[in-house]
């Protein structure tokens, strides 16, 4: 049986040629091989979440929040082609989320799961709509914002 670490590392064939920048995101310590694609949607769904009223607990906002982090860190990584193409979506979206929260400076948020560096500002904001699990959590924490009207 061949040794398996002196295997050559298997390489995908990955669409905009992202599988460089998987490796080295993976080497940050990034645990699954994501697309741009992948981490847009899973933006826009929390953009869609958190205006609707984010229902779930502060671990799983916190959680969710690192599609923005894995965005930021490989935007250094890709290709002029992959940002030229992605950069508009992600901007729509950022106005969303901004729209759609309320910025603290970080307070409510750090006090629930610490804190970031400055150019990681979607950590210093909040839901505008306080809901649920995590609308209890950030209200603890200090955050202001409007509950949502259940039935």
């Not at 958190?50 to 990584?77: F, I, K, M, P, Q």
């Not at 210093?124 to 209200?139: F, K, S, T, Y």
Request: proline letters at 4%; charged letters at 25%; glycine letters at 6%.
């Amino acid at each position: 049986m061949s040794d398996p670490s002196s295997a050559a590392p298997l390489t995908l064939a990955l669409p905009d040629g992202q599988a460089i920048e998987q490796v080295r995101l993976h080497q940050r310590g990034w645990s699954t091989a994501f697309t741009v694609a992948d981490m847009v949607n899973q933006w826009a769904w929390l953009v869609r979440e958190v205006e609707r009223g984010y229902t779930d607990v502060v671990e799983e906002y916190s959680n969710d929040l690192y599609c923005r982090n894995w965005l930021h860190e490989a935007w250094l990584l890709l290709d002029d082609r992959t940002v030229l193409v992605w950069t508009q979506r992600i901007r729509e979206l950022d106005k969303r989320f901004c729209a759609a929260t309320v910025d603290d400076d970080g307070i409510a948020m750090a006090q629930c799961h610490g804190s970031f560096s400055p150019e990681m500002w979607w950590w210093r904001r909040h839901p505008r709509i306080l809901a649920a699990n995590l609308g209890q959590a950030l209200q603890s924490a200090g955050a202001i914002g409007t509950e949502l009207d259940t039935p």
